[in-house]
């Protein structure tokens, strides 16, 4: 009996299905799945180019055919790769293996109806927001219309100096742009049941997990982590936020403005309150200072999109790096084309995943497009420097590393550097000078640290299913006034709006968190490669261009790709192996210093 149940076995081991696989097995595998995906990514990320530059029903269905096949793939491969669950695996095989349950931010389910119908739904939605438009019947009865483009230009007008946007005209763009979002509420919801489903397949509990799951340690431990640095760099936004409201207050009348609630979401200078620095007028805290306004020295010095991605680039070669390829400049997209429907939301791209790189902007000649400019080249580089890796691991180290390379290079474009460039006149003198430039960087870097955190808070907490439909908008508020104290423009916000949909990466399904994390690891960056170009001295007071030591650091970073986990990439720029919101504390200390005496006698803080 003994005998013949080894005989059995035996048999049982020789057919192909019972067989064990074996970690040789595992690293073909792997090898294997490169190949398939390399020619999945090329063949998806060109139907995405060609509809974000073009957006037709045509080139709509065509990406999402292709998205759909890549989708198809993904379902199975993960599942053939739970035969290696407990091997013991070499180090590059294991990463690969990891990286692959959690490459997709939209897992489907292998059900192919559902998975065309989740396909159709993202590109649908992505099509909904580059198409969104606000448009109403004029006096003489035409139709007018105006898309976000238009609509950002009015907010952005709030403290305009030949012509300030009223606060009836904020307020009437922002309800406009946030009418256009409303449509889209149904395919959210069933996007959001799919990719649940499709998470759970890859064996997470929703999809919020999923993508908690991408940074090398359990995802409970992601959020706690978050938390963390949120709890690190909330003092110094509430200092800010305790500052410019009182200074809306003043501005606007308390019958606006509440001494003690969240500022509205339209007096900020941007459609989602993100970014402040538009306001800097209203809250410059010394009048009579050298004039810090970049855009009219830009727009005087004739610039335009090309120049202005030029001076990008030499930022980055002054550091010792390549320049970007010819096909750069020939297969961007820089401005708007006309009379088509483009995805104006900026990105970066290696299209085929060989160092064919290219923006896709609607660039605008202001200083908000300058930093953004560098904001894409540094995922050009981080593609630039990677490119020869496995596809898997042409990622950044996280998603958070990959947004923060050209927003830590533009921590280097201080007063001296713009002078160099002659975009300002005069340096800044004496403390007065410094307080205004930290105040103008703050309203960038510090008020964007809520959102950064919220966004995700949001959708984690759809995909848990603790917030149904029926409260989408009213969680989103919730959050809106708990991390960031802003309050919607208008009063309440009922469930016939989706002002989620409002903000590109909600219909586009980009996940979020990685801007939280790139704003606290972008200092993290600047303060490692100012020592390594051995700066003395305050760190706002550092630039690192022109330096080649900080560049070979930054390079030896970024062609690590996503081959080790991000902690080992973190050590080899910063020494460092934990995310550290020191660094963007550090560099503030003098504003912080000086708001804490304004806010004496303030009543801070909101309900
Ligand atoms: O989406 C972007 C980039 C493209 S990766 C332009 N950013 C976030 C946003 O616009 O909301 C950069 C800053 C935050
Ligand atoms: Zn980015």
């Not at 081991?13 to 696989?21: C, D, F, H, M, S």
């Not at 690293?27 to 995405?48: C, H, P």
């Not at 030499?314 to 088509?340: I, N, Y």
């Not at 650091?553 to 720029?573: I, Q, R, T, V």
């Given at each position: 009996?003994?005998?013949?149940l080894?005989?059995?076995?035996?048999?049982?081991?020789?057919t192909p299905?019972?067989?064990?696989?074996?970690?040789?097995?595992?690293?073909?595998?792997?090898?294997?799945l490169?190949?398939?995906?390399?020619?999945?990514?090329?063949?998806?990320?060109?139907?995405?180019?060609?509809?974000?530059?073009?957006?037709?029903?045509d080139?709509?269905?065509?990406?999402?055919a292709?998205?759909?096949?890549?989708?198809?793939?993904?379902?199975?491969?993960?599942?053939?790769?739970?035969?290696?669950?407990?091997?013991?695996?070499d180090?590059?095989?294991?990463r690969?293996l990891?990286?692959?349950?959690?490459?997709?931010?939209?897992?489907?389910?292998?059900?192919?109806?559902?998975?065309?119908?989740?396909?159709?739904?993202?590109?649908?939605?992505?099509?909904l927001?580059?198409?969104?438009?606000?448009?109403?019947?004029?006096?003489?009865?035409?139709?007018?219309?105006?898309?976000?483009?238009e609509?950002?230009?009015?907010?952005?007008?709030?403290?305009?100096?030949?012509k300030?946007?009223?606060?009836?005209?904020?307020l009437?763009?922002?309800?406009?742009?946030?009418?256009?979002?409303?449509?889209?509420?149904?395919?959210?919801?069933?996007?959001?049941?799919?990719?649940?489903?499709?998470?759970?397949?890859?064996?997470?509990?929703?999809?919020?997990?999923?993508?908690?799951?991408?940074?090398?340690?359990p995802?409970?431990?992601?959020?706690?982590e978050?938390?963390?640095?949120?709890?690190?760099?909330k003092?110094?936004?509430?200092?800010l936020?305790?500052?410019?409201?009182?200074?809306?207050?003043?501005?606007?009348?308390?019958?606006?403005?509440?001494?003690?609630?969240?500022?509205?979401?339209?007096?900020?200078?941007?459609?989602w309150?993100?970014e402040?620095?538009?306001?800097?007028?209203?809250?410059?805290?010394?009048?009579?200072?050298?004039?810090?306004?970049?855009?009219?020295?830009?727009?005087?010095?004739?610039?335009?999109?090309?120049?202005?991605?030029?001076?990008?680039?030499?930022?980055?070669?002054?550091?010792?790096?390549d320049?970007?390829?010819?096909?750069?400049?020939?297969?961007?997209?820089?401005?708007?084309?006309?009379?088509?429907?483009?995805?104006?939301?900026?990105?970066?791209?290696?299209?085929?995943?060989?160092?064919?790189?290219?923006?896709?902007?609607?660039?605008?000649?202001?200083e908000?497009?300058?930093?953004?400019?560098?904001h894409?080249?540094?995922?050009?580089?981080?593609?630039?420097?990677?490119?020869?890796?496995?596809?898997?691991?042409?990622?950044?180290?996280?998603?958070?590393?990959?947004?923060a390379?050209?927003?830590?290079?533009?921590?280097?474009?201080?007063?001296?550097?713009?002078?160099?460039?002659?975009?300002?006149?005069?340096?800044?003198?004496?403390?007065?000078?410094?307080?205004?430039?930290?105040?103008?960087?703050a309203?960038?870097?510090?008020?964007?640290?809520?959102?950064?955190?919220?966004i995700?808070?949001?959708?984690?907490?759809?995909?848990?299913?603790?917030?149904?439909?029926?409260?989408?908008?009213?969680?989103?508020?919730a959050?809106?006034?708990k991390?960031q104290?802003?309050a919607?423009?208008?009063g309440?916000?009922?469930?016939?709006?989706?002002?989620?949909?409002?903000?590109?990466?909600?219909?586009?399904?980009?996940?979020?968190?990685?801007?939280?994390?790139?704003?606290?690891?972008?200092?993290?960056?600047?303060?490692?490669?100012?020592?390594?170009?051995?700066?003395?001295?305050?760190?706002?007071?550092?630039?690192?261009?022109?330096?080649?030591?900080?560049?070979?650091?930054?390079?030896?970073?970024?062609?690590?790709?996503?081959?080790?986990?991000?902690?080992?990439?973190?050590?080899?720029l910063?020494g460092?192996?934990?995310?550290?919101?020191?660094?963007?504390?550090?560099?503030?200390?003098?504003?912080?210093?000086?708001?804490?005496?304004?806010?004496?006698?303030?009543?801070?803080?909101?309900?």
């Amino acid at each position: 009996m003994h005998n013949l149940l080894i005989v059995v076995a035996a048999l049982l081991a020789q057919t192909p299905a019972a067989k064990p696989a074996t970690a040789e097995d595992a690293k073909s595998f792997v090898k294997k799945l490169d190949g398939d995906l390399r020619k999945l990514y090329v063949r998806q990320s060109t139907a995405e180019w060609i509809k974000s530059t073009y957006i037709t029903d045509d080139t709509e269905r065509n990406a999402a055919a292709f998205n759909e096949d890549l989708m198809a793939y993904l379902n199975t491969a993960n599942k053939e790769a739970a035969r290696f669950k407990g091997l013991k695996l070499d180090a590059e095989t294991e990463r690969m293996l990891y990286l692959l349950r959690i490459s997709s931010a939209l897992p489907a389910p292998s059900n192919a109806e559902k998975r065309t119908e989740l396909a159709s739904i993202a590109a649908r939605l992505e099509g909904l927001y580059g198409k969104g438009k606000a448009c109403k019947t004029g006096k003489d009865g035409k139709q007018v219309c105006r898309d976000l483009q238009e609509l950002s230009d009015v907010m952005g007008k709030i403290a305009d100096k030949k012509k300030p946007a009223s606060y009836d005209e904020l307020l009437e763009a922002w309800s406009s742009w946030h009418e256009t979002s409303k449509e889209m509420r149904p395919l959210y919801e069933r996007l959001v049941t799919l990719s649940n489903e499709g998470a759970r397949e890859f064996g997470s509990e929703d999809l919020g997990q999923l993508w908690r799951s991408a940074y090398d340690m359990p995802p409970a431990d992601f959020e706690k982590e978050t938390d963390r640095l949120w709890t690190q760099v909330k003092p110094l936004y509430d200092d800010l936020h305790c500052y410019v409201r009182a200074k809306l207050a003043k501005k606007y009348g308390a019958d606006k403005v509440s001494a003690t609630g969240g500022i509205p979401a339209h007096l900020l200078g941007n459609m989602w309150a993100q970014e402040w620095a538009n306001i800097y007028p209203l809250v410059e805290p010394y009048q009579g200072q050298s004039s810090l306004d970049l855009k009219k020295q830009l727009v005087a010095q004739k610039y335009d999109p090309q120049k202005l991605v030029k001076l990008g680039e030499r930022f980055f070669t002054s550091m010792g790096m390549d320049p970007l390829p010819a096909t750069f400049w020939e297969r961007s997209q820089f401005v708007k084309p006309p009379g088509r429907d483009v995805v104006c939301h900026a990105s970066a791209w290696d299209v085929t995943f060989s160092n064919d790189l290219r923006i896709k902007m609607c660039i605008k000649i202001d200083e908000e497009d300058l930093i953004t400019v560098h904001h894409e080249l540094g995922h050009n580089y981080y593609f630039q420097n990677y490119y020869t890796k496995p596809v898997l691991f042409q990622q950044g180290a996280n998603d958070g590393f990959h947004e923060a390379i050209g927003d830590a290079l533009t921590l280097s474009i201080t007063p001296e550097y713009l002078k160099s460039l002659k975009l300002i006149d005069a340096l800044p003198k004496d403390e007065k000078g410094l307080i205004n430039v930290q105040m103008k960087d703050a309203l960038e870097k510090i008020a964007f640290l809520p959102f950064g955190r919220m966004i995700d808070q949001w959708r984690w907490d759809v995909f848990t299913g603790k917030v149904k439909p029926a409260d989408y908008n009213k969680h989103w508020w919730a959050l809106r006034l708990k991390y960031q104290g802003v309050a919607p423009a208008g009063g309440a916000r009922g469930e016939d709006f989706f002002d989620p949909g409002a903000k590109y990466h909600i219909p586009a399904n980009v996940p979020y968190m990685r801007y939280f994390l790139a704003r606290i690891l972008q200092f993290q960056f600047h303060r490692a490669m100012c020592q390594a170009a051995g700066h003395k001295g305050p760190l706002h007071t550092c630039s690192v261009y022109g330096n080649k030591e900080a560049g070979s650091k930054l390079k030896a970073m970024l062609a690590m790709g996503a081959s080790k986990p991000w902690p080992d990439a973190l050590e080899a720029l910063t020494g460092q192996r934990q995310m550290d919101a020191t660094a963007i504390l550090d560099y503030f200390q003098p504003l912080q210093a000086w708001l804490k005496e304004q806010n004496k006698g303030q009543q801070c803080g909101w309900q």
